[in-house]
């Protein structure tokens, strides 16, 4: 079976700091993993995938297998990064179905 | 950019009511799928949809709920007899091979 965990349901952080939201995952295989992000009063939507290894909105994530970790992080925060976000995972090879995790709630303040 | 598109955005019905939720997928994707999120909880696979058929289904999409694509745009989620347990916001989405797409959700409210 697999699993995420996302460890903090709330992070609070400064405008300019760096932020770190943590996302780990179980599961046997090869896995997929994805951060979704969701804005006030928004629909979630994708932010990044590891495979991509892409850097969106000053995001990035890297996918840690010895640690089964994809923390996602950005060097200095932006006030427009208060969100929900949650980490996913997808069996590679297998039915196309992300497991969520709870999510976590980044807040900056200015 | 194309969307998914949900509706209504909010719907409130009675106990034991039935309930459709609508949802028009991003035209070219294979795949759909409906999530639930209760309040304060985490995102929740109810079931997948590809080649007009349930492809997998979760442990809450039991005999209550049915989905179903009528004509080639819309995909939809009937609650067949609604439980207050069944409020919660539903999130259809639609994949290609750069993840899901989300639509806006409807926030059900069973009374």
């Known amino acids: 079976a697999q699993r995420v965990t996302q460890p903090e349901k709330l992070l609070s952080v400064f405008k300019g700091a760096p932020v770190e939201l943590k996302c780990n995952y179980s599961?046997?295989?090869?896995?997929?993993l994805f951060w979704y992000v969701q804005y006030s009063r928004q629909r979630l939507q994708l932010l990044l995938r590891?495979?991509s290894r892409e850097s969106i909105k000053g995001f990035t994530a890297d996918l840690n297998k010895g640690e089964t970790s994809f923390h996602l992080k950005k060097p200095f925060a932006q006030e427009e990064d208060s969100a929900m976000y949650y980490c996913?995972?997808?069996?590679?090879?297998?039915?196309?179905?992300?497991?969520f995790g709870r999510g976590t709630s980044l807040i900056v303040h200015p | 950019e194309p969307e998914v598109t949900q509706t209504p955005s909010h719907q409130v019905t009675q106990m034991g009511q039935e309930v459709i939720l609508r949802c028009v997928p991003i035209?070219?994707?294979?795949?759909f799928y409906w999530y639930r999120q209760i309040l304060g909880q985490k995102v929740e696979f109810l079931v997948s949809?590809?080649?007009?058929?349930?492809?997998?289904k979760s442990e809450i999409f039991d005999d209550q709920f049915s989905v179903e694509r009528p004509d080639g745009s819309n995909f939809t989620l009937k609650i067949r007899s609604t439980k207050l347990e069944d409020s919660a916001m539903y999130f259809c989405?639609?994949?290609?091979?750069?993840?899901?797409?989300f639509g806006s959700g409807t926030q059900l409210s069973v009374l």
């Open positions: 989405a639609s994949t290609d091979s750069r993840g899901l797409f």
């Open positions: 599961y046997s295989g090869s896995p997929e």
């Open positions: 590891h495979i």
């Open positions: 996913a995972l997808t069996a590679s090879g297998g039915s196309y179905i992300p497991t």
């Open positions: 035209s070219n994707h294979l795949y």
């Open positions: 949809f590809y080649n007009n058929e349930i492809s997998e």
